[in-house]
Nanobody
Framework: VQLQASGGGLVQAGGSLRLSCAASGRTVSSAAMGWFRQAPGKGRQLVASIGRSGRGSYDDSVKGRFTISRDNAKNTTALQMNSLKPEDTAVYYC???????????WGQGTLVTVSS
């Protein structure tokens, strides 16, 4: 599975961005898809994931502001980020977890910068 993330950029606090991730190489309809982020000097954090059923789960830090979605027909996943805060600044990565493995497939990362 190859993953290509896009949609990062610079936005003011309170603004919105939408990240997209396109998968190729095989269908990811059976996979869980996730968005991770890594801020400077910090470890990689799972912020949102979505299972085969389409049900999303979120880290408390983004709950109510971020929405993860998937389109199995297009082999894509997206992360809608609203009410962005400076602490959301990070490189965002999409990832796929294909059973029975773990988060084994990663996109290249896209930078999100939120200015105060």
């Amino acid at each position: 599975v190859q993953l290509q993330a896009s949609g990062g950029g610079l936005v003011q606090a309170g603004g919105s961005l939408r990240l997209s991730c396109a998968a190729s190489g095989r269908t990811v309809s059976s996979a869980a898809m996730g968005w991770f982020r890594q801020a400077p000097g910090k470890g990689r954090q799972l912020v949102a994931s979505i299972g085969r059923s389409g049900r999303g789960s979120y880290d408390d830090s983004v709950k109510g502001r971020f929405t993860i979605s998937r389109d199995n027909a297009k082999n894509t996943t997206a992360l809608q980020m609203n009410s962005l805060k400076p602490e959301d600044t990070a490189v965002y990565y999409c990832a796929a977890r294909v059973p029975p493995g773990g988060w084994d497939y990663w996109g290249q990362g896209t930078l999100v910068t939120v200015s105060s």
